[in-house]
């Protein structure tokens, strides 16, 4: 038991160290930064003009290829894994705000937001390293992989599920703006309270409706046995400009996460770390 309590309480000192925090923040610039140009890649595939993946390994090429970018990339890759850091304790020792259920909850969302920076922090090192970074064909290769052993449409199925799950909550969590008690709102005036309202609603609908049609389409290769469907962000968007009034509803997606960029701006000076 005191071996336990010893190991909260370091993480929560580390938890509380100032090199820790001033990471985290910047790694929200970054995180600011790779929406801006997914949302930008996004408005591509809206008006098919896009070459690259319309993911965030397609913004990280991109942001790669411009004048000082490969350092930029290396940046994002440092505050990412300092974001997972955060998260990882967050899930840990953290949340003591929230009682009973709702902590359990929120620690359950920390270890998944764990999971994603440390991708995204994997996915730019490897962007920086030139390695092969196209997620959406890996994603492919890998459904491909499991669809072949026993079971495997099933657990994909099931991912597709999950990750569509995921995407409904994250719309209902901005369109309800629970986000908002995440910032230092009594820090913010007036007028920014109202853009970070604004901007995180446009944001995380728009990344949950995403994550939403990339869940179904992952269902969808399982049911169909068609790994081509299961390609990530990339195909849940060009599935969608294909639509009727496609074009249209894409171009909306790609201001929502541009405008997520933007809130992470905002989060990376108002966030409660």
């Not at 490969?70 to 705000?97: C, D, F, K, P, Y």
């Not at 990750?163 to 309800?176: D, E, F, N, P, T």
């Not at 908002?180 to 609603?201: N, W």
């Not at 294909?242 to 108002?270: K, M, N």
């Amino acid at each position: 038991m005191s071996l336990t309590r010893n190991a909260e309480a370091t993480a929560a000192r580390t938890a509380d160290s100032r090199w820790l925090e001033l990471l985290a923040r910047a790694g929200f610039i970054g995180y600011g930064i790779v929406h801006l140009l997914f949302g930008w890649l996004a408005l591509q595939i809206a008006f098919g003009n896009s070459a690259d993946d319309g993911d965030q390994s397609g913004a990280l090429r991109t942001l790669a290829a411009q004048p000082m970018g490969r350092i930029l990339v290396v940046a994002i890759a440092v505050g990412m894994l300092a974001m997972a850091i955060w998260q990882a304790l967050e899930a840990a020792v953290g949340h003591h705000a929230e009682r009973g259920n709702d902590r359990r909850n929120e620690r359950i969302v920390s270890a998944a937001r764990t999971v994603i920076y440390l991708w995204l922090a994997w996915t730019a090192w490897k962007v920086f390293a030139n390695a092969n970074s196209d997620s959406a064909s890996q994603q492919e290769e890998l459904t491909a992989r499991l669809m072949e052993s026993s079971g495997g449409r099933w657990l994909v199925g099931l991912a597709g599920l999950v990750l569509a799950g995921i995407g409904v909550g994250m719309a209902v969590y901005g369109a309800r703006k629970k986000f908002l008690k995440r910032l230092k709102t009594g820090e913010m005036s007036p007028r920014t309270t109202h853009l970070a309202r604004r901007l995180g609603m446009a944001g995380y609908v728009s990344r949950g409706g995403a994550f939403a049609v990339t869940g179904l389409l992952l269902v969808l290769a399982a049911v169909n046995y068609d790994p081509e469907k299961a390609r990530g962000l990339d195909a849940a968007l060009r599935t969608l400009r294909d639509q009727s009034y496609g074009a249209i509803l894409l171009t909306l997606i790609a201001l929502g996460i541009a405008a997520f960029g933007v809130y992470c701006f905002l989060q990376s000076r108002y966030r409660k770390v």
